[in-house]
């Protein structure tokens, strides 16, 4: 069984802004919104490594294409915690989503709420397409089990055989591609 705690270890490392959040505030955070906060630390460490800055960003082809990223990766966590009997409740996504994204000020509630919506469309329908094309198959199990494989190992790079933070980089310029 998936306990509360169990990502705090990779959200504490690195260079994350949540280590330094006081211990009592940090462990008195749902599991649900350490989870969003976990795919939110892996779109900033991916835009970060793929060099865009984010919160400058205004190029709304751009920001759907990091939308797609996080809400995918968070589609496939999600999926993976369900299977593994852990009950998260149903607006998490949306939360992290809009915690994230609403960090660029440049656009305002109902565009990110839009945002959402549409992005979920589109990572439902490459999931569902990914049952009959060959291309979407390979897109969705690949990351998939690259997720899993994340999940599994807690968020951690233990053997130091997976480079995790890698993959995600790649991942996110895999969703620019896809969405060209």
Do not use: P
């Not at 294409?65 to 852990?86: D, M, N, P, Q, W």
């Not at 439902?124 to 291309?135: A, E, Q, S, V």
């Amino acid at each position: 069984m998936i306990s509360d705690d169990y990502f705090d270890a990779s959200l504490l490392m690195g260079d994350s802004k949540i280590k330094h959040m006081q211990q009592e505030k940090f462990s008195e955070l749902t599991f649900e919104t350490k989870v969003g906060m976990l795919i939110a630390k892996i779109t900033n460490e991916a835009l970060i490594d793929n060099k865009i800055n984010y919160l400058e960003l205004n190029d709304k082809n751009k920001i759907s294409k990091i939308a797609f990223f996080h809400h995918f990766t968070c589609v496939l966590i999600s999926g993976y915690l369900k299977r593994e009997g852990k009950n998260i409740n149903n607006n998490w996504s949306f939360k992290s989503f809009f915690g994230f994204f609403s960090l660029n000020t440049k656009f305002n509630k109902d565009y990110w709420i839009d945002q959402y919506q549409s992005t979920n469309k589109i990572v439902l329908k490459l999931i569902k397409d990914g049952k009959t094309d060959k291309r979407a198959e390979e897109i969705v199990d690949t990351y998939s089990t690259l997720i899993n494989g994340f999940v599994q190992n807690k968020g951690l790079n233990m053997s130091k055989s997976i480079n995790f933070r890698e993959i995600f980089k790649n991942q996110m310029m895999v969703c620019f591609e896809l969405l060209d």
